[in-house]
Protein backbone atom coordinates (compact mmCIF):
# COMPACT_ATOMS: atom_id res chain seq x y z
CA UNK A 1 0.00 0.00 0.00
CA UNK A 2 1.21 3.63 -0.96
CA UNK A 3 -0.78 5.13 1.52
CA UNK A 4 -0.18 5.23 5.04
CA UNK A 5 -1.87 3.35 6.83
CA UNK A 6 -2.84 3.51 10.91
CA UNK A 7 -4.81 1.59 12.71
CA UNK A 8 -6.55 2.87 16.13
CA UNK A 9 -8.02 -0.21 18.11
CA UNK A 10 -10.41 0.74 20.19
CA UNK A 11 -9.87 -1.37 23.74
CA UNK A 12 -10.96 0.99 26.73
CA UNK A 13 -13.80 -0.52 27.73
CA UNK A 14 -15.10 -2.74 30.73
CA UNK A 15 -17.25 -5.11 29.08
CA UNK A 16 -19.91 -5.65 32.20
CA UNK A 17 -21.70 -8.52 30.11
CA UNK A 18 -18.70 -10.30 30.53
CA UNK A 19 -19.41 -10.51 34.23
CA UNK A 20 -15.47 -10.63 34.85
CA UNK A 21 -13.27 -8.67 36.86
CA UNK A 22 -10.86 -7.99 33.97
CA UNK A 23 -11.32 -6.07 31.35
CA UNK A 24 -13.17 -7.71 28.06
CA UNK A 25 -10.21 -7.56 25.86
CA UNK A 26 -7.93 -9.49 28.31
CA UNK A 27 -10.58 -12.64 27.51
CA UNK A 28 -9.21 -15.57 25.13
CA UNK A 29 -10.32 -17.29 22.13
CA UNK A 30 -8.77 -19.58 20.07
CA UNK A 31 -5.46 -19.16 22.02
CA UNK A 32 -4.84 -15.40 22.34
CA UNK A 33 -6.86 -12.14 23.70
CA UNK A 34 -9.44 -10.95 21.62
CA UNK A 35 -7.13 -7.47 21.29
CA UNK A 36 -4.17 -9.93 20.36
CA UNK A 37 -6.13 -11.10 17.61
CA UNK A 38 -7.38 -7.77 16.21
CA UNK A 39 -3.53 -6.88 16.43
CA UNK A 40 -2.77 -9.93 14.54
CA UNK A 41 -4.72 -8.81 11.61
CA UNK A 42 -4.05 -4.98 11.66
CA UNK A 43 -0.47 -6.13 11.13
CA UNK A 44 -1.21 -7.88 7.81
CA UNK A 45 -1.81 -3.89 6.20
CA UNK A 46 0.33 -1.81 8.49
CA UNK A 47 3.58 -1.71 10.95
CA UNK A 48 3.46 -2.20 14.50
CA UNK A 49 4.60 1.08 15.15
CA UNK A 50 1.34 2.61 13.39
CA UNK A 51 -1.06 0.58 15.50
CA UNK A 52 -2.51 2.32 18.62
CA UNK A 53 -4.54 0.53 21.13
CA UNK A 54 -6.69 2.82 22.89
CA UNK A 55 -6.93 1.44 26.62
CA UNK A 56 -8.69 2.39 29.58
CA UNK A 57 -10.03 -0.38 32.36
CA UNK A 58 -6.91 -2.38 33.89
CA UNK A 59 -4.95 -0.08 30.82
CA UNK A 60 -1.40 -1.62 32.33
CA UNK A 61 -2.66 -5.39 32.17
CA UNK A 62 -3.88 -4.54 28.54
CA UNK A 63 -0.45 -3.01 27.73
CA UNK A 64 1.41 -6.42 29.34
CA UNK A 65 -1.28 -8.52 27.17
CA UNK A 66 0.21 -6.98 24.19
CA UNK A 67 2.76 -9.52 22.41
CA UNK A 68 4.05 -7.30 19.78
CA UNK A 69 6.66 -4.98 20.15
CA UNK A 70 5.98 -1.32 18.67
CA UNK A 71 2.61 -1.30 19.10
CA UNK A 72 1.67 2.05 20.62
CA UNK A 73 -0.98 3.19 23.48
CA UNK A 74 -2.98 5.98 24.04
CA UNK A 75 -5.50 6.11 27.40
CA UNK A 76 -8.66 7.03 27.74
CA UNK A 77 -9.28 8.05 31.27
CA UNK A 78 -12.81 8.56 30.95
CA UNK A 79 -15.28 6.65 29.07
CA UNK A 80 -16.78 9.20 27.57
CA UNK A 81 -17.72 6.95 23.69
CA UNK A 82 -16.07 5.93 20.81
CA UNK A 83 -15.21 8.94 19.43
CA UNK A 84 -13.64 10.12 22.16
CA UNK A 85 -11.62 7.00 22.42
CA UNK A 86 -10.42 7.84 18.91
CA UNK A 87 -9.52 11.34 20.12
CA UNK A 88 -7.53 9.92 22.79
CA UNK A 89 -5.61 8.40 20.10
CA UNK A 90 -4.74 11.80 18.15
CA UNK A 91 -1.55 12.80 19.51
CA UNK A 92 -0.29 8.94 19.36
CA UNK A 93 -0.74 8.65 15.70
CA UNK A 94 2.07 10.31 14.25
CA UNK A 95 0.38 11.42 10.81
CA UNK A 96 -2.23 13.13 9.26
CA UNK A 97 -2.32 11.68 5.80
CA UNK A 98 -3.54 8.53 4.54
CA UNK A 99 -5.90 6.35 5.76
CA UNK A 100 -6.64 5.73 9.59
CA UNK A 101 -9.07 2.25 10.39
CA UNK A 102 -11.02 2.45 13.92
CA UNK A 103 -11.70 -1.37 14.83
CA UNK A 104 -13.08 -2.96 17.76
CA UNK A 105 -10.74 -4.69 20.68
CA UNK A 106 -13.39 -7.30 21.13
CA UNK A 107 -13.76 -8.81 17.14
CA UNK A 108 -11.01 -11.39 17.02
CA UNK A 109 -12.94 -13.31 14.33
CA UNK A 110 -11.78 -9.92 11.93
CA UNK A 111 -9.47 -11.44 9.01
CA UNK A 112 -6.99 -9.74 7.03
CA UNK A 113 -8.47 -10.08 3.61
CA UNK A 114 -11.54 -8.24 4.67
CA UNK A 115 -9.47 -5.04 6.15
CA UNK A 116 -7.85 -5.08 2.60
CA UNK A 117 -10.63 -5.06 0.44
CA UNK A 118 -11.56 -2.15 2.97
CA UNK A 119 -8.00 -0.44 2.43
CA UNK A 120 -8.47 -1.11 -1.12
CA UNK A 121 -12.02 0.30 -1.73
CA UNK A 122 -10.96 3.68 0.48
CA UNK A 123 -7.58 4.59 -1.01
CA UNK A 124 -7.25 6.90 -3.58
CA UNK A 125 -11.21 7.04 -3.77
CA UNK A 126 -11.84 10.50 -2.78
CA UNK A 127 -14.72 9.14 0.10
CA UNK A 128 -14.34 10.83 3.43
CA UNK A 129 -15.07 7.17 4.34
CA UNK A 130 -15.78 3.48 3.92
CA UNK A 131 -17.20 1.32 6.05
CA UNK A 132 -17.82 -2.43 6.53
CA UNK A 133 -21.49 -3.11 6.93
CA UNK A 134 -23.42 -7.07 7.04
CA UNK A 135 -26.39 -8.20 7.25
CA UNK A 136 -28.30 -9.52 10.30
CA UNK A 137 -31.19 -11.83 10.60
CA UNK A 138 -31.51 -10.52 13.76
CA UNK A 139 -29.73 -7.02 13.85
CA UNK A 140 -31.42 -6.55 17.62
CA UNK A 141 -28.47 -4.36 19.59
CA UNK A 142 -26.36 -3.21 15.98
CA UNK A 143 -26.80 0.17 14.70
CA UNK A 144 -29.08 0.39 11.15
CA UNK A 145 -27.40 1.58 8.34
CA UNK A 146 -29.43 4.38 6.45
CA UNK A 147 -28.80 5.05 2.59
CA UNK A 148 -29.36 7.98 0.52
CA UNK A 149 -30.90 7.88 -3.12
CA UNK A 150 -27.01 7.34 -4.64
CA UNK A 151 -26.46 4.37 -2.54
CA UNK A 152 -24.50 6.08 -0.15
CA UNK A 153 -24.21 5.98 3.73
CA UNK A 154 -26.54 8.63 4.93
CA UNK A 155 -26.33 7.72 8.56
CA UNK A 156 -26.26 5.39 11.18
CA UNK A 157 -29.32 5.11 13.80
CA UNK A 158 -28.53 2.70 16.66
CA UNK A 159 -31.33 0.47 18.12
CA UNK A 160 -32.53 2.73 20.71
CA UNK A 161 -32.99 6.35 18.17
CA UNK A 162 -34.13 3.99 15.49
CA UNK A 163 -38.69 4.19 14.83
CA UNK A 164 -39.87 1.28 13.79
CA UNK A 165 -39.55 1.10 10.20
CA UNK A 166 -35.77 1.91 10.73
CA UNK A 167 -35.54 -1.65 13.31
CA UNK A 168 -36.84 -3.35 9.78
CA UNK A 169 -33.60 -2.57 8.33
CA UNK A 170 -31.34 -6.12 8.38
CA UNK A 171 -27.85 -4.17 6.98
CA UNK A 172 -25.75 -3.06 10.16
CA UNK A 173 -23.03 -1.60 11.43
CA UNK A 174 -20.35 -3.83 13.23
CA UNK A 175 -17.71 -0.84 13.78
CA UNK A 176 -15.33 -1.63 11.53
CA UNK A 177 -14.37 2.04 9.68
CA UNK A 178 -11.78 3.55 7.43
CA UNK A 179 -11.30 7.01 7.14
CA UNK A 180 -9.24 9.36 4.92
CA UNK A 181 -7.22 10.38 8.03
CA UNK A 182 -6.63 14.58 7.01
CA UNK A 183 -10.71 14.58 6.86
CA UNK A 184 -11.01 12.67 9.95
CA UNK A 185 -8.89 14.41 11.55
CA UNK A 186 -9.77 18.03 10.70
CA UNK A 187 -14.25 17.32 11.65
CA UNK A 188 -14.05 14.58 14.54
CA UNK A 189 -14.10 17.82 16.73
CA UNK A 190 -17.28 18.30 15.35
CA UNK A 191 -18.97 15.20 16.70
CA UNK A 192 -21.23 16.48 19.54
CA UNK A 193 -22.69 14.13 22.46
CA UNK A 194 -26.55 14.40 21.51
CA UNK A 195 -27.46 10.95 22.40
CA UNK A 196 -29.16 9.97 25.55
CA UNK A 197 -26.17 8.61 26.72
CA UNK A 198 -24.61 11.98 26.46
CA UNK A 199 -22.00 10.16 25.00
CA UNK A 200 -19.25 10.92 21.48
CA UNK A 201 -20.12 8.32 19.14
CA UNK A 202 -17.79 7.72 16.09
CA UNK A 203 -20.79 6.37 13.92
CA UNK A 204 -22.24 10.51 13.88
CA UNK A 205 -18.53 11.40 11.58
CA UNK A 206 -20.80 9.63 8.65
CA UNK A 207 -23.58 13.03 8.89
CA UNK A 208 -20.45 15.44 9.77
CA UNK A 209 -18.54 14.25 6.53
CA UNK A 210 -21.84 14.06 4.58
CA UNK A 211 -22.36 17.99 6.12
CA UNK A 212 -18.68 18.56 4.91
CA UNK A 213 -19.64 17.33 1.12
CA UNK A 214 -17.41 13.87 1.99
CA UNK A 215 -19.11 10.82 0.99
CA UNK A 216 -19.44 7.58 2.83
CA UNK A 217 -19.54 4.51 1.02
CA UNK A 218 -19.73 0.67 2.64
CA UNK A 219 -17.82 -2.66 1.83
CA UNK A 220 -20.63 -5.15 2.77
CA UNK A 221 -19.10 -8.63 4.20
CA UNK A 222 -21.30 -11.47 3.83
CA UNK A 223 -19.85 -13.74 6.27
CA UNK A 224 -21.24 -12.05 9.41
CA UNK A 225 -19.65 -14.64 12.11
CA UNK A 226 -16.18 -12.83 11.09
CA UNK A 227 -17.94 -9.53 12.40
CA UNK A 228 -19.39 -10.89 16.11
CA UNK A 229 -18.28 -8.82 18.84
CA UNK A 230 -17.73 -10.33 21.91
CA UNK A 231 -19.96 -9.35 24.96
CA UNK A 232 -20.80 -12.35 26.70
CA UNK A 233 -19.42 -15.56 27.47
CA UNK A 234 -21.48 -17.68 25.34
CA UNK A 235 -20.14 -15.44 22.23
CA UNK A 236 -16.65 -16.07 23.79
CA UNK A 237 -17.59 -19.62 23.70
CA UNK A 238 -18.42 -19.20 19.69
CA UNK A 239 -15.82 -16.93 18.63
CA UNK A 240 -13.48 -19.82 19.80
CA UNK A 241 -14.98 -22.58 18.02
CA UNK A 242 -14.71 -20.50 14.78
CA UNK A 243 -10.49 -19.60 15.58
CA UNK A 244 -9.93 -23.14 16.25
CA UNK A 245 -11.79 -24.19 13.38
CA UNK A 246 -10.32 -21.47 10.81
CA UNK A 247 -6.88 -22.41 12.48
CA UNK A 248 -6.96 -26.73 11.75
CA UNK A 249 -8.22 -25.73 8.19
CA UNK A 250 -5.34 -23.38 7.75
CA UNK A 251 -2.89 -26.26 8.99
CA UNK A 252 -4.70 -28.97 6.89
CA UNK A 253 -4.22 -26.75 3.72
CA UNK A 254 -0.78 -26.23 4.27
CA UNK A 255 0.06 -30.02 4.39
CA UNK A 256 -0.64 -31.54 8.08
CA UNK A 257 -3.19 -33.91 8.31
CA UNK A 258 -5.33 -33.84 11.10
CA UNK A 259 -7.74 -37.06 12.04
CA UNK A 260 -10.47 -35.75 13.38
CA UNK A 261 -10.63 -31.58 13.12
CA UNK A 262 -13.35 -31.57 15.38
CA UNK A 263 -11.68 -32.87 18.38
CA UNK A 264 -8.59 -30.87 18.36
CA UNK A 265 -7.24 -27.49 20.20
CA UNK A 266 -5.25 -25.78 18.60
CA UNK A 267 -4.02 -21.97 19.67
CA UNK A 268 -3.65 -19.10 16.71
CA UNK A 269 0.13 -18.99 16.83
CA UNK A 270 1.10 -22.84 16.65
CA UNK A 271 3.18 -23.81 13.45
CA UNK A 272 3.20 -27.47 11.73
CA UNK A 273 5.08 -28.76 8.84
CA UNK A 274 4.43 -30.62 5.73
CA UNK A 275 3.05 -34.38 6.25
CA UNK A 276 3.01 -34.29 10.03
CA UNK A 277 0.11 -35.91 11.48
CA UNK A 278 -2.15 -34.96 14.62
CA UNK A 279 -4.24 -37.26 15.89
CA UNK A 280 -7.91 -36.96 18.13
CA UNK A 281 -8.14 -34.92 21.27
CA UNK A 282 -4.60 -33.34 20.54
CA UNK A 283 -4.49 -30.05 22.18
CA UNK A 284 -1.35 -27.57 20.80
CA UNK A 285 -1.10 -24.59 22.56
CA UNK A 286 1.28 -21.58 22.91
CA UNK A 287 3.97 -20.89 20.49
CA UNK A 288 4.09 -25.07 19.72
CA UNK A 289 5.80 -25.32 16.69
CA UNK A 290 6.03 -28.90 15.32
CA UNK A 291 8.08 -30.10 12.38
CA UNK A 292 7.59 -32.04 9.21
CA UNK A 293 6.82 -35.98 9.51
CA UNK A 294 5.99 -35.55 12.86
CA UNK A 295 3.15 -37.60 14.77
CA UNK A 296 1.66 -36.21 17.43
CA UNK A 297 -0.63 -38.94 19.30
CA UNK A 298 -4.09 -38.81 20.92
CA UNK A 299 -4.84 -36.93 24.09
CA UNK A 300 -1.17 -35.37 23.98
CA UNK A 301 -0.76 -31.53 25.13
CA UNK A 302 2.06 -29.51 24.34
CA UNK A 303 2.28 -26.04 24.86
CA UNK A 304 5.30 -23.77 23.63
CA UNK A 305 6.92 -26.74 22.61
CA UNK A 306 9.70 -27.50 19.85
CA UNK A 307 9.22 -31.17 17.32
CA UNK A 308 11.94 -31.12 15.56
CA UNK A 309 10.97 -33.38 11.87
CA UNK A 310 10.36 -36.91 12.35
CA UNK A 311 9.92 -36.97 15.83
CA UNK A 312 6.86 -39.44 16.88
CA UNK A 313 4.71 -38.21 20.21
CA UNK A 314 2.74 -41.63 21.19
CA UNK A 315 -0.64 -41.05 23.19
CA UNK A 316 -1.16 -38.88 26.29
CA UNK A 317 2.09 -37.03 26.52
CA UNK A 318 2.11 -33.75 28.45
CA UNK A 319 5.10 -31.60 27.69
CA UNK A 320 5.78 -27.57 28.12
CA UNK A 321 8.22 -25.36 27.24
CA UNK A 322 10.41 -28.58 26.07
CA UNK A 323 12.53 -29.40 23.18
CA UNK A 324 11.97 -32.91 21.55
CA UNK A 325 14.44 -33.53 18.70
CA UNK A 326 14.60 -35.51 15.27
CA UNK A 327 13.42 -39.01 15.19
CA UNK A 328 12.90 -38.73 18.98
CA UNK A 329 10.17 -41.35 20.54
CA UNK A 330 8.16 -40.01 23.77
CA UNK A 331 5.51 -41.76 24.80
CA UNK A 332 3.11 -42.71 25.79
CA UNK A 333 1.84 -41.06 29.38
CA UNK A 334 5.10 -38.90 29.57
CA UNK A 335 5.72 -35.54 30.78
CA UNK A 336 8.30 -32.65 29.87
CA UNK A 337 8.25 -29.77 31.89
CA UNK A 338 10.44 -26.64 32.62
CA UNK A 339 12.94 -26.65 29.39
CA UNK A 340 13.03 -30.39 28.91
CA UNK A 341 15.37 -31.61 26.14
CA UNK A 342 15.21 -34.99 24.04
CA UNK A 343 17.33 -34.93 21.60
CA UNK A 344 17.48 -36.19 18.47
CA UNK A 345 16.91 -40.24 18.32
CA UNK A 346 16.48 -40.39 22.00
CA UNK A 347 13.51 -42.62 23.76
CA UNK A 348 11.52 -41.20 26.38
CA UNK A 349 8.92 -43.84 27.62
CA UNK A 350 5.43 -44.10 29.86
CA UNK A 351 5.09 -43.00 32.74
CA UNK A 352 8.54 -40.97 32.54
CA UNK A 353 8.70 -37.30 33.61
CA UNK A 354 11.76 -35.30 32.33
CA UNK A 355 12.27 -31.99 34.21
CA UNK A 356 14.56 -29.12 33.49
CA UNK A 357 16.53 -32.14 31.93
CA UNK A 358 18.44 -32.65 28.80
CA UNK A 359 18.91 -36.31 27.59
CA UNK A 360 21.27 -37.25 25.03
CA UNK A 361 21.06 -38.42 21.15
CA UNK A 362 20.25 -41.95 20.83
CA UNK A 363 19.34 -42.18 24.83
CA UNK A 364 16.68 -44.15 26.53
CA UNK A 365 14.31 -43.65 29.20
CA UNK A 366 11.98 -46.16 28.51
CA UNK A 367 9.80 -47.02 31.83
CA UNK A 368 8.74 -45.51 35.18
CA UNK A 369 12.14 -42.77 36.28
CA UNK A 370 11.78 -39.40 37.25
CA UNK A 371 14.40 -37.15 35.65
CA UNK A 372 14.80 -33.72 36.99
CA UNK A 373 17.62 -31.48 36.56
CA UNK A 374 19.82 -33.50 34.71
CA UNK A 375 22.63 -33.47 32.49
CA UNK A 376 22.51 -37.05 30.19
CA UNK A 377 24.91 -37.72 27.44
CA UNK A 378 23.98 -39.47 24.62
CA UNK A 379 23.76 -43.47 24.47
CA UNK A 380 22.83 -43.71 28.04
CA UNK A 381 20.43 -46.28 29.24
CA UNK A 382 18.69 -45.29 32.30
CA UNK A 383 16.65 -48.24 33.46
CA UNK A 384 13.04 -48.33 34.80
CA UNK A 385 12.30 -46.94 38.13
CA UNK A 386 15.58 -45.01 38.20
CA UNK A 387 14.66 -41.18 39.96
CA UNK A 388 17.39 -38.25 40.54
CA UNK A 389 16.76 -37.23 43.41
CA UNK A 390 17.58 -33.57 42.91
CA UNK A 391 15.98 -31.71 45.85
CA UNK A 392 17.57 -31.49 49.32
CA UNK A 393 14.63 -30.07 51.29
CA UNK A 394 16.39 -26.60 50.34
CA UNK A 395 17.79 -26.59 46.95
CA UNK A 396 17.89 -28.01 43.63
CA UNK A 397 20.89 -29.59 42.65
CA UNK A 398 22.03 -31.26 39.17
CA UNK A 399 23.24 -35.25 38.26
CA UNK A 400 25.05 -35.41 35.19
CA UNK A 401 25.51 -38.45 33.70
CA UNK A 402 28.58 -39.64 30.78
CA UNK A 403 28.06 -40.56 27.39
CA UNK A 404 27.75 -44.10 27.08
CA UNK A 405 26.60 -45.23 30.85
CA UNK A 406 24.40 -47.42 31.71
CA UNK A 407 22.11 -47.08 35.05
CA UNK A 408 20.41 -49.79 36.03
CA UNK A 409 16.78 -50.46 37.10
CA UNK A 410 15.41 -48.85 40.20
CA UNK A 411 18.41 -46.93 41.20
CA UNK A 412 18.43 -43.97 42.98
CA UNK A 413 20.69 -40.84 42.21
CA UNK A 414 21.06 -38.83 44.87
CA UNK A 415 22.43 -35.02 43.70
CA UNK A 416 25.38 -33.23 43.15
CA UNK A 417 26.59 -36.61 41.30
CA UNK A 418 28.27 -37.32 38.06
CA UNK A 419 28.40 -40.49 36.73
CA UNK A 420 31.26 -40.48 34.10
CA UNK A 421 31.20 -41.76 30.89
CA UNK A 422 31.16 -45.48 30.22
CA UNK A 423 30.04 -46.39 33.59
CA UNK A 424 27.48 -49.08 34.52
CA UNK A 425 24.84 -48.66 37.65
CA UNK A 426 23.80 -51.90 39.26
CA UNK A 427 20.24 -52.04 39.81
CA UNK A 428 18.52 -51.16 42.74
CA UNK A 429 21.71 -48.71 43.80
CA UNK A 430 21.67 -45.90 46.02
CA UNK A 431 24.60 -43.99 44.42
CA UNK A 432 25.58 -40.86 46.56
CA UNK A 433 29.30 -40.54 45.17
CA UNK A 434 30.78 -39.65 42.05
CA UNK A 435 31.46 -42.56 39.44
CA UNK A 436 34.23 -42.40 37.53
CA UNK A 437 34.21 -43.51 33.89
CA UNK A 438 34.25 -47.40 32.79
CA UNK A 439 33.55 -48.32 36.29
CA UNK A 440 30.72 -50.43 38.51
CA UNK A 441 29.25 -48.52 41.45
CA UNK A 442 26.92 -50.49 43.32
CA UNK A 443 24.78 -49.16 46.30
CA UNK A 444 22.64 -51.82 47.96
CA UNK A 445 22.95 -54.09 51.16
CA UNK A 446 23.89 -57.99 50.89
CA UNK A 447 20.96 -60.10 50.45
CA UNK A 448 20.10 -62.35 53.47
CA UNK A 449 18.52 -65.62 53.50
CA UNK A 450 16.68 -67.50 56.58
CA UNK A 451 15.74 -70.98 55.18
CA UNK A 452 12.48 -72.06 56.98
CA UNK A 453 11.91 -68.30 58.02
CA UNK A 454 8.52 -68.16 56.07
CA UNK A 455 7.35 -71.23 57.25
CA UNK A 456 7.41 -70.96 61.12
CA UNK A 457 5.60 -67.81 60.44
CA UNK A 458 2.59 -69.28 59.01
CA UNK A 459 2.97 -71.69 61.49
CA UNK A 460 2.71 -69.51 64.43
CA UNK A 461 0.04 -66.66 63.20
CA UNK A 462 -1.92 -70.33 62.72
CA UNK A 463 -1.58 -70.78 66.36
CA UNK A 464 -2.58 -67.63 67.45
CA UNK A 465 -5.59 -67.96 65.28
CA UNK A 466 -6.70 -71.19 67.14
CA UNK A 467 -6.48 -69.29 70.55
Known sequence: MKETINVVILAAGLGTRMKSKKAKVLHEAGGDTLLNHVIRAALQITQPERIVAVVGHQADRVRESVRTAGVRFAEQREQKGTAHAVLCARDAVDSREGLVLVLNGDGPLLQATTLHRLVTKQSGSGLGATIVTTRLADPTGYGRILWDTEGMIAGIVEQKAATPSQLEIKEVNPGCYCFDAAALWRHIDDVQ?????????????????????????????????????????????????????????????????????????????????????????????????????????????????????????????????????????????????????????????????????????????????????????????????????????????????????????????????????????????TITKDVESDSLALGRAHQVDKPGWAKKRRARSKELATK
Open 193 to 429: PNNPAHEYYITDMVEVLNRQGLRVASLLVEDETELLGINTRVELAVADKLLRARKAQALMLAGVTIEQPDTVTIDADVQAGEDSIVEANVQLRGTTRIGSNCRVGTGTVLRDCIVEDGAEILPYVVAENSVIGSSAYVGPFARLRMNAEVRPAAHVGNFVELKNTRLGEGSKANHLAYLGDASIGSKVNVGAGTITCNYDGERKHRTTIGEGAFVGSNSTLVAPLSIAEGAYIGAGS
